[in-house]
């Protein structure tokens, strides 16, 4: 069990302050879905003039379009996030605004957007969106869908309950609630692959609500289960839940 062991104290040492998976490289691996949502972003970019991203994270996304319209904003609610996004956003020309992680308000004027767009929103601000895109404008967002990689929280945590808030048909009734018209919710489960024990650790620390109370000490048996099935199997595969929104707001 030594390499267990290894593998376990490197994943507890690397640091998790932000929203960052690139220490998962070689480790671990999410099949993309295949509508491609970063190449419909910059597709649809073009003739906007007033683009949002809600809950950008690190930046990454609207960080590494090639250009973006005249108004390009952000919102980020999560410091260590917040630290990484600010130099990227800056360079890349995209104001970057800070919002609360309690008070579900966006900080601009009604109508303010053409465009708004997120990738993997921890809760989505149906009343706030509807509000500040412009007559005609769209919402173009990738959701994480119901009981995105249940297997891996299964195996450490016992049987789950369905995450039916996640559910496309609970999202569409939200978005309808809100005053917008829903054109696209789609979803798929890409195939996703953990090659050692301390990348599922490391994941584990960065999303912690995908198994409550999370530690390697009181998992350890589950842990000591899922390294055996790696090394026989060469890794451990699970699927997540991706869905595509795509939704305006009547001319």
Same mark, same amino acid.
């Given at each position: 069990m030594d390499r267990f062991e290894d593998l376990i104290r490197e994943a507890e040492a690397a640091p998790v302050g932000s929203w960052d998976f690139t220490w998962l490289d070689g480790r671990?691996?999410?099949?993309?879905?295949?509508?491609?949502?970063? /190449? =419909? !972003?910059?597709? *649809?970019i073009r003739g906007v003039d007033a683009l949002l991203e809600v809950q950008a994270g690190s930046g990454t996304m609207i960080g590494h379009l090639s250009s973006t319209p005249a108004l390009s904003v952000a919102t980020e609610a999560y410091p260590p996030s917040v630290a990484l996004a600010a130099p990227r956003l800056r360079a890349a020309g995209v104001h970057l605004l800070v919002t609360s992680q309690q008070i579900q308000t966006l900080p601009f004027a009604d109508t303010s957007f /053409? =465009? !708004?767009?997120? *990738?993997?929103?921890?809760?989505?601000w149906w009343p706030e969106i509807a509000r500040v895109l412009r007559p005609g404008g769209t919402y173009l967002a990738q959701h994480v869908g119901p009981d995105s990689l249940r297997s891996l929280g299964?195996?450490?945590?016992?049987?789950?309950?369905?995450?039916?808030?996640?559910?496309?048909?609970?999202?569409?009734?939200?978005?309808?609630?809100?005053?917008?018209?829903?054109?696209?919710?789609?979803?798929?489960?890409?195939?996703?692959?953990?090659?050692?024990?301390?990348?599922?650790?490391?994941?584990?620390?960065?999303?912690?609500?995908?198994?409550?109370?999370?530690?390697?000490?009181?998992?350890?048996?589950?842990?000591?289960?899922?390294?055996?099935?790696?090394?026989?199997?060469?890794?451990?595969?699970?699927?997540?839940?991706r869905v595509l929104v795509e939704a305006t707001r009547p001319s």
């Open positions: 671990a691996v999410e099949e993309r879905p295949t509508w491609r949502y970063f /190449d =419909l !972003v910059v597709d *649809r /053409d =465009l !708004v767009i997120s *990738r993997h929103p921890v809760e989505v299964e195996r450490l945590a016992g049987p789950c309950p369905e995450r039916s808030a996640r559910h496309p048909d609970v999202e569409r009734r939200a978005a309808e609630d809100a005053g917008l018209r829903v054109h696209r919710m789609d979803m798929e489960r890409p195939r996703t692959v953990f090659c050692d024990i301390g990348a599922i650790v490391y994941f584990l620390r960065l999303v912690p609500w995908m198994v409550p109370d999370f530690s390697v000490s009181s998992h350890r048996e589950g842990l000591h289960a899922l390294h055996r099935t790696i090394v026989r199997q060469g890794c451990f595969e699970t699927s997540a839940c």
